[in-house]
């Protein structure tokens, strides 16, 4: 803020407002809770004081280092956003990439969809060199990106449900130009229940959904396409801090299944809870690696904000 200048931030992302606000103001049901000094406070008890219950301090990392590598991203540069970025995402492993905005997650990942081209640096996807050219490029190689968003790149909001779902793979529910009825209802109806969408019916807008039905529907239409690799981009952005636990079984049960999965958060503690490792990263670079059993979040926090 400029020299004499009060300025209110409202933001429903923890990190944000633990990286820019000086004081924090916690509403619950519409009521005052108290007003806090946000040096010393941690996410984890943010989120507390916000939902007034404790969210889960389990920690679920598994050791894929024998699983098959799915994702190997090696020496990946693109002027001005990301630098020698190496990784590796194996079978059925969640990888989690945390830092401060602005770090060069998003841009990452951008690179790594064909939104934009990397400058140097390889991709290969189960051994094959790639380079995806689009979006749909990378549908057609198996990489799945739910966009952090999610009003404007991850749903058509004044569409329905049913078309929402369904979008990314029309081709595999078409014939000759037209849309196979039966095929679209199956499809929606299978991931309604896969997923545990709330919902009135299938043709309603998606709009009308909560901000957590609205993420499990773009879920749903990315894993409709059948991915190897799974992208989530900041997936509890704009979701009640008590409905992220819902989002978070899923991805694991997505995990537990095989799915490789590519976790980009600045939510410390959700990243720590739910990733079997976490990388670091900062200005661009990957700067650190963690395992989520021998690290603490008010550790890792110290790290990332140092």
Do not use: C
């Not at 943010?46 to 219950?53: A, D, H, I, P, V």
């Not at 209802?185 to 039905?213: C, F, M, Q, Y």
């Amino acid at each position: 803020s400029a020299e004499n200048v009060a300025v209110v931030f409202v933001s429903h992302r923890l990190a944000e407002v633990l990286e820019i606000a000086s004081r924090v103001t916690v509403l619950r049901d519409g009521r005052l809770v108290g007003v806090y000094p946000t040096a010393g406070m941690t996410q984890a008890r943010l989120g507390e004081l916000m939902t007034g219950q404790s969210l889960g301090t389990a920690v679920t990392a598994r050791d894929r280092s024998a699983a098959p590598p799915v994702l190997e991203v090696e020496g990946l540069s693109r002027t001005g956003e990301f630098e020698e970025v190496s990784l590796t995402v194996r079978a059925g492993e969640i990888v989690g990439l945390t830092g401060l905005i602005g770090a060069g997650r998003t841009e990452l990942a951008h690179a790594l969809i064909g939104m934009s081209r990397p400058d140097a640096g390889s991709v290969r996807l189960e051994g094959q060199e790639v380079r995806p050219r689009s979006i749909r490029d990378a549908i057609d190689l198996g990489i799945a990106y739910v966009s952090e968003d999610r009003l404007s790149l991850g749903l058509v909001q004044p569409q329905s449900i049913a078309d929402n779902t369904v979008i990314s793979v029309l081709d595999r529910i078409s014939a000759r130009g037209l849309v196979s009825s039966a095929k679209k209802r199956d499809l929606v109806a299978h991931w309604i229940a896969e997923l545990a969408v709330k919902i009135g019916a299938p043709d309603d807008p998606v709009s009308t959904l909560s901000g957590g039905n609205q993420q499990r529907v773009v879920l749903a239409k990315w894993l409709a396409t059948e991915p190897r690799l799974l992208i989530l981009d900041s997936p509890t952005v704009g979701v009640d801090v008590g409905a992220r636990a819902g989002i978070f079984r899923i991805v694991r049960g997505l995990a537990e299944e095989g799915l490789a999965i590519l976790l980009i958060s600045d939510e410390v503690t959700e990243t720590l809870h739910s990733a079997d490792r976490v990388l670091h990263m900062a200005d661009g670079r990957i700067v650190g690696e963690h395992d989520p059993r021998a690290v603490t979040p008010e550790s890792l926090e110290a790290a990332i904000y140092a």
